[in-house]
């Protein structure tokens, strides 16, 4: 129970980090109690977004789907791989 409740404060602590530099960079994101979240720029699509962020080895989730096409998800790390994430997020807007 210790290592869960340890482990999930952490998660949690690193998403909320996470969402708000996210948010300075122009993100949309949507409330999430999980250990991911769904994220959409008002200027780059996320299809596009996508592609290129695979190109430069930081790998998310894209669903080619009616009401979700334009959203990433974005599964929480650890804060140095969040940290690298957002790093190239603010390479490539």
Partial sequence: DEYFEKTNAKI????????EKLKKL??????????????????????D???QL???GVLVRYFAKDRIDNYLRVTIGTDEEMGIFIEKLEDLL
């Fill in 12 to 19: 949690i602590q690193t998403r909320e980090k996470t969402v």
């Fill in 54 to 56: 695979k190109d430069n």
């Fill in 49 to 51: 977004l996508y592609k």
């Fill in 26 to 47: 122009g993100f949309k994101v949507l409330n999430s109690s999980a250990n991911f979240i769904f994220i959409s720029h008002k200027d780059v699509y996320a299809g």
